[in-house]
């Protein structure tokens, strides 16, 4: 028995697939090159073993991913078209450890279509994260006005685009107006290690909502692809935790008599190597 997915099926339900993300924009997975079982062969090419059970190949991804062993990770490929505000694609092009080709509006015609925002996302400026929007919405009609606003900009805009073009200014001057609401789209290619390191950084919190629901759309995706792996990456990664030297001196004045019976430890669904691990950080906080 061996960790292959049935790939047939998943083949068939996702690639090539779009995926609808905010008003106009997409995800399709274009294309992949392996899965759970390539990365444990992988893994495992220094002992020239293949695959073993489904259990000994979770531990071992497992232990991979718990402990930044991220070469075999590296091992799986996947290719993504994706469209995309561009203040958007503005951020996610700073994960430079992927391969892009982008739409060329020297090329072609840019598109006519333009994010807006939701309603729900008319928010006011937070005053704890300096980079993002509150919790607090503006009222319903200010927010509408906005909301009209931005759109009767973006259509002036497309308008005078379109102007230009038939006065027969270049594309590539006649675009340069154009807000960073306007769509773009690319093809998009990256290895699982280095994806998994955007979505850490992009499906969090702190990231900009929009860029957020692209990367929770990609999560998705990769949670049929590479079941164990994300899982792997979503216990040990996404919702893991790091304390610096000074929290942990301050953890360890409260934690001094911290103690755990065998018992609870055994059905804490931890495995017996990460009970180990666990003890050995415990011990640390002491
Ligand atoms: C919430 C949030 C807010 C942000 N705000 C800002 C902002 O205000 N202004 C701004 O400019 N950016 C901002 N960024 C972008 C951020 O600084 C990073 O550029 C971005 O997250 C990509 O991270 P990365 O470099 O680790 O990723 P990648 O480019 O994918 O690189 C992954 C890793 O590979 C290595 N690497 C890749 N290329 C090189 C290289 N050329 N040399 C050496 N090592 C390399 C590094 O170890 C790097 O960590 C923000 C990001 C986030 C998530």
Known sequence: MDINNNKELINKELIGKEFKCLDHGFVRLVDYMGDDAAIVQAARVSYGKGTKSVSEDTTLIRYLMRNQHTSPFEMVELKFHIRLPIFVARQWIRHRTANVNEYSGRYSEMSDEFYLPEISQIRSQSLVNKQARSEMEIGTETSQNIISSMENSQKESYNEYQDYLENGLAREVARINLPVSNYTEWYWKIDLHNLFRFLKLRMDHHAQYEIQVYANTIADILK?????????????????????????????????????????????????SEIVEFKNKIELLK
């Open 224 to 272: 049929d692809i590479l079941p164990i792996s994300y899982q792997a990456f979503s216990d040990y990664i996404q919702n893991s935790v790091t304390f610096s030297h000074s929290e942990l001196s301050l953890l360890k004045t409260k934690f001094a008599n911290l103690e755990f019976d065998e018992v609870e430890l055994k059905n804490s669904g931890l495995s017996k």
